[in-house]
């Protein structure tokens, strides 16, 4: 085998050719960068989210830069059958459904003492039961299909208690409710892994960093977390495409279980 053969396989491996790829919270802070990345490898992209108006701007943005189709469809990532009426459609249209990236979130401001039951609830609902209600949805289509992928996003505070020394007079936080949530998208990404492994199904977590942008902009807590992470600075929201294309391509075909941790080494120390 020609080196040239060699490099034109392994770069075949992450091709998303003729794949359909259904992204929840494609709108968001990297719901944006991870739907491109995909229509860029060459999948068709269903993206999803609640607003419609940013909904149908990524949409003629994704289908002006690349040669993909780009369903976009806004819905409540927290409904049952808001959820499967979404696989359904995305399945009517495109034939089938390969890779379903799963970005649903929330958050909330309220610190432990003043956090209320109703905000627990709501917030865990958000994070853990909108993300389990994707899952189920995609996942029983993948098993009669055979395979697929599925890519759930944690964070760093699903790994790591939040350091408070970072946030210094900033107003910023993480809430308890929101680490909580994302140590149990951990959980059920290893359950869920081995639940479907039989049938071919992977099933792998992507854990980021802070990512820098303008709702984090504060000096101070700029300056700290910079330099409580080895790499020295925050996550650029471009560097999730990489990681993303990696697990939800070929090229992971025998990773599953896995969380990839994207945090420039800030769980390390």
């Known amino acids: 085998m020609t080196e040239t053969q060699v490099q ?92 379903l ?49 599925i890519i759930n996003i944690a964070s760093i505070y699903g790994l790591v208690a939040p350091d408070q020394n970072i946030y210094g007079d900033s107003g910023f936080n993480s809430s308890v409710v929101y680490g909580t949530g994302k140590a149990a998208v951990l959980q059920m990404t290893k359950y869920l892994a081995s639940y479907w492994g039989h049938q071919g199904i992977r099933v792998n977590a992507i854990t980021p960093g802070g990512v820098l942008d303008e709702s984090n902009n504060h000096p101070v807590f700029r300056e700290n977390y910079h330099r409580r992470t080895p790499l020295g600075r925050m996550m650029n929201r471009e560097e999730i495409r990489g990681p993303l294309v990696f697990l939800a391509s070929d090229a992971s075909s025998y990773v599953t279980g896995h969380n990839l941790v994207v945090d420039g080494g800030f769980t390390i120390i």
């Open 8 to 99: 034109s396989g392994t770069a075949s491996l992450f091709s998303l050719k003729d794949k359909v790829a259904l992204i929840s919270g494609a709108t968001g802070k990297l719901g944006t960068q991870m739907s491109i990345a995909l229509a860029e490898m060459g999948a068709r992209v269903v993206a999803v989210a609640r607003n419609p108006e940013p909904l149908t701007h990524l949409q003629l943005e994704i289908n002006r830069k690349t040669d993909g189709e780009c369903m976009a469809m806004h819905a409540d990532m927290q409904d049952a059958q808001s959820i499967q009426a979404i696989v359904d459609q995305a399945i009517s249209h495109f034939g089938r459904l390969d890779i």
């Open 101 to 149: 990236v799963n970005n649903v979130t929330g958050n909330t401001a309220k610190r432990v003492e003043q956090l209320t039951q109703g905000e627990w609830s709501a917030t865990l609902d958000q994070i853990v039961t909108g993300m389990f209600l994707c899952c189920q949805a995609a996942g029983q289509h993948m098993v009669k299909q055979g395979n697929g992928s």
